[in-house]
Antibody, heavy 123, light 109 residues
């Protein structure tokens, strides 16, 4: 079955860039679907960060757009998140996920999620 | 941006109770709404999509209804495994963002 696994540093210093990767198994990213990043600060709700298609088309949350870059590497069957100029407010569990439908839109629910990775921003 | 408001934020209930959670959108989202269940330390699990469609494998005691700006998630008979936090999410194509509600925690009474 399709599985997603996030990886990356658990601790990032303020003003630096947070970098995470989501490895996909059981499905080829090149075959379709939008793939997304969602985060959840400790004890708080969920926030969509952005989504990407295998072609490289990206869509970002306007509130984060100036700091976010999502990219895809189809040869490695993975996609990545970079968030620049981080502050303590970016401390959160970061999830990668796949949308529910194989249509050509990022406007969708997320039906397959990674387990999440905790990233703390602190000096 | 479309804002999603859930109520109540916390709900105390007993096994066997019928439970209803409400999600309101700041503008019409047609039926483009999903519901998730999240347990501590786990990723959210999709329960309902397109407001009322039950995701494969989800027990039939879960149901969703509504359209436009007001939506409900109903658990017909609360089971021990259902104590968790529930989130709604809008995915209307007129909004550049996907947005989630603030969550409803279902606790044991």
């Amino acid at each position: 079955q399709v599985q997603l696994q996030e990886s990356g540093p658990g601790l990032v210093k303020p003003s630096e860039t947070l970098s995470l990767t989501c490895a996909v198994s059981g499905y080829s990213i090149s075959s379709g679907y939008y793939w997304g990043w969602i985060r959840q600060p400790p004890g708080k709700g969920l926030e969509w960060i952005g989504s990407i298609y295998h072609s490289g088309s990206t869509y970002y949350n306007p509130s984060l757009k100036s700091r976010v870059t999502i990219s895809v590497d189809t040869s490695k069957n993975q996609f990545s998140l970079k968030l620049s100029s981080v502050t303590a407010a970016d401390t959160a569990v970061y999830y990668c996920a796949r949308v529910h439908s194989s249509g050509y839109s990022y406007h969708d629910a997320f039906d397959i999620w990674g387990q999440g990775t905790m990233v703390t921003v602190s000096s | 941006d479309i804002q999603m408001t859930q109520s109540p934020s916390t709900l105390s209930a007993s096994v066997g109770d019928r439970v209803t959670i409400t999600c309101r959108a700041s503008q019409s989202i047609s039926s483009w709404l999903a519901w998730y269940q999240q347990k501590p330390g786990k990723a959210p699990k999709l329960l309902i999509y397109k407001a009322s469609s039950l995701e494969s494998g989800v027990p039939s005691r879960f149901s969703g209804s509504g359209s436009g700006t007001e939506f409900t998630l109903t658990i017909s008979s609360l089971q021990p495994d259902d104590f968790a936090t529930y989130y709604c999410q809008q995915y209307n194509s007129y909004s550049p963002s996907l947005t989630f509600g603030g969550g409803t925690k279902v606790e044991i009474k």
